[in-house]
């Protein structure tokens, strides 16, 4: 009897020993928020947050950041010799930590003479709340917190464009070297969301004081070498001045022609009336093939372009090339021959992958007959068009690089 108390007691003690283990592991857990909070004021509007448990404040040099353990992603192999010109800002690359933990900044040279990142300003700050980066904002805000929250702390936003259940709004502050700033907080605004605080962003806006910069280029020659470099990225796979000029990856100058490339090939197998998804990877690829060959071919010439202030206005002739034209009676050709191999087939009885080996089947006879119609391809009268202009939006919008896109590859 004496022994069953014994362990029941001892039982007992175990039980209470975890249990006062776990409460003070849940009264730990969160003690950084606590921590981070006391750090800083109870104003959004001060650029202030507090980072794996430092203080922060938008804008601060990028040398600030590298001094306290961040690191330029090594993916950018010109990260030793690149350098801005005075007034540009950089395109997004990304700071990791000694956990791999990252952050997403653009940079802008303030001084008068070319500077490398390090010696730039971050005029651009994106954390998502993807990484376990502790982040706390002033009152406590953090990635728990929902917008209800962040309603109760800061005010009503300067701007909210909350919209179908995700809380989005922005507040703006000027500090004290008249740099007008924006702080854009992000949030799911629901009740089942484990961590509905999405991601935070600070960033200098094109309207400071101090001077007109712009997001991609600089002036006119700047902006004719942005557009110029993003093309020939493009389409004809050539990415020495966009990877030194943009400070990108080799691998993201890359993606932007294995694009093209792969748009272009798809639309030819598309247009031929071919199933992409019944052919082997090797017909694909040689469709990819005479996607590169057409695409070397196209041509464009920037004609007149001139900058006042942030925007501008660009007057550009495209030249796409006429192998659509060139292909239409060889496809045509193409079909007749796939009926003459299969005439007396019940369309109706055929199974799936039956079907596919016709696909496929069409491939080889259609790539037989266009392969050599890349050489005979000429370029057509050039299309003469004009855009506005955004230095602080990049350059060009998105509906404005599309429409060249088609223009070039005479998808229209």
Same mark, same amino acid.
């Given at each position: 009897?004496?022994?069953?108390?014994?362990?029941?007691?001892?039982?007992?003690?175990?039980?209470?020993?975890?249990?006062?283990?776990?409460?003070?592991?849940?009264?730990?857990?969160?003690?950084?928020?606590?921590?981070?909070?006391?750090?800083?004021?109870?104003?959004?509007?001060?650029?202030?947050?507090?980072?794996?448990?430092?203080?922060?404040?938008?804008?601060?040099?990028?040398?600030?950041?590298?001094?306290?353990?961040?690191?330029?992603?090594?993916?950018?192999?010109?990260?030793?010799?690149?350098?801005?010109?005075?007034?540009?800002?950089?395109?997004?690359?990304?700071?990791?930590?000694?956990?791999?933990?990252?952050?997403?900044?653009?940079?802008?040279?303030?001084?008068?003479?070319?500077?490398?990142?390090?010696?730039?300003?971050?005029?651009?700050?994106?954390?998502?709340? #993807?990484? =376990?980066?502790?982040?706390?904002?002033?009152?406590? *805000? !953090?990635? +728990? $917190?929902?917008? &209800?929250?962040?309603?109760?702390?800061?005010?009503?936003?300067?701007?909210?464009?909350?919209?179908?259940?995700?809380?989005?709004?922005?507040?703006?502050?000027?500090?004290?070297?008249?740099?007008?700033?924006?702080?854009?907080?992000?949030?799911?605004?629901?009740?089942? #969301?484990? =961590?509905?605080?999405?991601?935070?962003?600070?960033? *200098? !806006?094109? +309207? $400071?004081?101090? &001077?007109?910069?712009?997001?991609?280029?600089?002036?006119?020659?700047?902006?004719?070498?942005?557009?110029?470099?993003?093309?020939?990225?493009?389409?004809?796979?050539?990415?020495?001045?966009?990877?030194?000029?943009?400070?990108?990856?080799?691998?993201?100058?890359?993606?932007?022609?294995?694009?093209?490339?792969?748009?272009?090939?798809?639309?030819?197998?598309?247009?031929?009336?071919?199933?992409?998804?019944?052919?082997?990877?090797?017909?694909?690829?040689?469709?990819?093939?005479?996607?590169?060959?057409?695409?070397?071919?196209?041509?464009?010439?920037?004609?007149?372009?001139?900058?006042?202030?942030?925007?501008?206005?660009?007057?550009?002739?495209?030249?796409?090339?006429?192998?659509?034209?060139?292909?239409?009676?060889?496809?045509?050709?193409?079909?007749?021959?796939?009926?003459?191999?299969?005439?007396?087939?019940?369309?109706?009885?055929?199974?799936?992958?039956?079907?596919?080996?016709?696909?496929?089947?069409?491939?080889?006879?259609?790539?037989?007959?266009?392969?050599?119609?890349?050489?005979?391809?000429?370029?057509?009268?050039?299309?003469?068009?004009?855009?506005?202009?955004?230095?602080?939006?990049?350059?060009?919008?998105?509906?404005?690089?599309?429409?060249?896109?088609?223009?070039?590859?005479?998808?229209?």
């Amino acid at each position: 009897m004496k022994k069953l108390l014994l362990m029941i007691l001892c039982a007992a003690l175990c039980f209470q020993m975890t249990a006062c283990g776990l409460n003070g592991d849940i009264l730990q857990k969160d003690k950084w928020i606590e921590e981070g909070a006391a750090q800083l004021g109870g104003e959004i509007r001060s650029g202030e947050f507090v980072l794996e448990g430092e203080v922060y404040t938008f804008p601060m040099p990028l040398s600030d950041w590298l001094d306290r353990g961040w690191h330029i992603s090594n993916s950018y192999d010109n990260k030793d010799s690149f350098k801005l010109e005075p007034g540009y800002e950089s395109t997004e690359f990304e700071l990791f930590n000694e956990e791999d933990e990252y952050v997403r900044v653009r940079v802008l040279n303030t001084s008068d003479k070319d500077a490398k990142p390090e010696g730039c300003l971050v005029s651009y700050l994106y954390i998502s709340t #993807t990484q =376990d980066l502790k982040f706390v904002l002033p009152t406590g *805000i !953090n990635k +728990s $917190s929902k917008p &209800a929250d962040i309603r109760a702390a800061y005010g009503d936003p300067d701007i909210d464009e909350s919209d179908n259940g995700f809380f989005k709004a922005y507040y703006n502050y000027t500090t004290e070297d008249d740099w007008e700033c924006q702080i854009e907080l992000g949030a799911f605004d629901n009740d089942y #969301t484990i =961590d509905p605080f999405s991601s935070m962003s600070f960033q *200098i !806006n094109s +309207s $400071s004081e101090w &001077a007109v910069f712009y997001e991609n280029a600089s002036g006119e020659d700047g902006c004719r070498s942005y557009i110029n470099s993003t093309l020939n990225s493009a389409f004809h796979g050539d990415f020495s001045e966009y990877v030194e000029k943009h400070f990108s990856t080799q691998e993201e100058a890359e993606a932007l022609y294995e694009y093209e490339v792969n748009y272009y090939a798809s639309y030819l197998i598309d247009y031929a009336g071919i199933n992409e998804e019944a052919l082997d990877e090797a017909t694909v690829e040689e469709f990819r093939e005479i996607a590169r060959q057409v695409l070397a071919k196209t041509k464009w010439e920037i004609t007149d372009l001139s900058v006042t202030g942030e925007h501008g206005k660009l007057d550009i002739d495209l030249y796409p090339t006429d192998y659509i034209d060139r292909i239409d009676d060889d496809l045509d050709q193409a079909v007749s021959e796939l009926q003459t191999r299969y005439a007396g087939v019940d369309a109706d009885s055929l199974t799936e992958s039956q079907v596919a080996e016709i696909d496929q089947v069409l491939a080889e006879i259609v790539l037989d007959a266009i392969r050599d119609r890349v050489e005979e391809t000429q370029l057509q009268e050039p299309i003469s068009k004009w855009y506005f202009l955004n230095y602080s939006e990049g350059i060009l919008g998105n509906d404005e690089w599309e429409e060249i896109d088609s223009i070039l590859l005479d998808i229209m």
